[in-house]
Structures are given as C-alpha cells and as structure tokens.
C-alpha cells in the first residue's frame, strides 16, 4: 500500500519549452502533496506543498509561475515547469500523505529533467 | 521545525549492525521522528517512524530517549545493498491549517564495505 508514482520518470526538453510532470497518489487519497527538487549529491529541497482544491503554498525563493502547481483531485498533483532553461534541469520528486497525526510522506520514484 | 543534525557519512561492513544518530534538541511535543532512504535517482523510502522509546520492524529499530532530543536508527547485518543515504526527518504532525511540510537535513551517507 501507500504507493506513489510519477510520470515521466525522465524527460529531456529544450530551452524555453513547458514541461508537465505528473504525481498520483495509486492506492491512497492523498489530501496533501509535496514537490521537492534535488541536485546531485545535495538533500531533498522543498518548492511547494499543495492541498487538494486549493493554492499551492511556496518556498521562499519558488517562483510560483514558473513552477506551476495543481492539484486537482485527491489521487493527483502536477508540477509545470514553465519556459524551462537549463538550470532547472534537476531531479523532481513528489511525495503525498493521507493527512493523519503520524504525517508519513510516501515517496514517488522521481522524475530526472535535463534542459538542453 | 525542528533542525536535525547528522553525521555526513559513515563506513560499515557487510554483517555488521550500523546505528546512525540524529539530534533534533528542538523538537516540538507533537513531532514525530521519521527515517528514511534514498538511492542515487530515486525517491526516498520509508523505513520507520517513533514518536518514543522504541520501534521495531522487518527492517530496522528505532531508539528514542525519553527527552526525544536525539534519536538512532539501528540497521541490523547491513549488506552491500543497504548503501545509501538516510535521512532523519521531525515532522510537526498536523497543523490547524490542515497541512504540514517537512524539511530535509543533509542525510548520511552509509557505505557498506564487503
């Protein structure tokens, strides 16, 4: 149980171009989710928690329309990244928690983005 | 939220027990105390949550002294596979806001030796 996934697991775009990567929540209702971005060999940095139907609350130094956040349903939440450039290549993972006391986050496998 | 420290890796050997320390001396009476892995490019990975004393599962133990200011994660007979980095995370449990985030440190990176 408790599964997340992510898709695509890796995508290769070029400068100035928009990129969708989606989370879903597969055996859970997810009534929180988080978007995380890391850089190699550093920790998980948190963008932006979002809760379902509503705005996404930002990181200080996110730019919000650049990375734009959805989360439409229960069981899914999508990261935009807008007019990517190459410093925005990274590896994007969403994380959800079913919202109880204990706030377990459940990890998606990641999305690998390179900007050419 | 409260700021963990880790060391920034340790060496083991295959067999061995491997216990890896957190403190977190600013933890909030509803934090809960999380660990979990990560292989290089993929999501980290749930091992185990405490909130006090001890926790126990297929995989790994976790030891929390009563003023919860530290906490262990206790690896048993790692191998080679159990190569990674973990993260100790504090987790301020549900805010009145209905939403929570939580902040990662920079981990340990465990090397396991044959």
């Known amino acids: 149980g408790a599964v997340v996934s992510q898709h695509p697991s890796w995508v290769i775009c070029k400068s100035g171009t928009s990129v969708k990567i989606e989370c879903r929540s597969l055996?859970?209702?997810?009534?929180?989710m988080f978007w995380y971005r890391q850089f190699p060999k550093q920790s998980l940095m948190l963008m932006a928690t979002s809760n379902e139907g509503s705005k996404a609350t930002y990181e200080q130094g996110v730019e919000k329309d650049k990375f734009l956040i959805n989360h439409a349903s229960l069981t899914l939440s999508t990261l935009t990244v807008t007019s990517a450039h190459p410093e925005d290549s990274s590896f994007y993972i969403c994380?959800?928690?079913?919202?109880?006391?204990?706030?377990?986050?459940?990890f998606g496998p990641g999305t690998r983005l390179t900007v050419l | 939220l409260a700021k963990t420290t880790q060391p920034i890796s340790m060496d083991s050997y295959e067999g061995q027990e491997v216990n890896i320390t957190c403190s977190h001396n600013n933890i909030a009476t509803n934090d809960y105390i999380t660990w979990y892995q990560q292989f290089p490019s993929q999501g980290p990975r749930f091992i185990i949550q405490g909130y006090k004393t001890k926790v126990t599962n297929e995989v790994a133990s976790l030891f929390i002294p009563a003023d919860r200011k530290s906490s262990t994660l206790s690896l048993p007979r790692v191998s080679l596979s159990d190569t990674a980095v973990y993260y100790c995370?504090?987790?301020?449990?549900?805010?009145?806001?209905?939403?929570?985030?939580?902040?990662f440190g920079a981990g340990t990176r465990l090397f396991v030796k044959a």
């Open positions: 995370l504090v987790g301020p449990g549900k805010m009145n806001t209905g939403g929570f985030k939580t902040i």
């Open positions: 055996d859970f209702q997810a009534t929180t």
């Open positions: 994380s959800a928690t079913q919202g109880v006391s204990s706030d377990t986050q459940y």
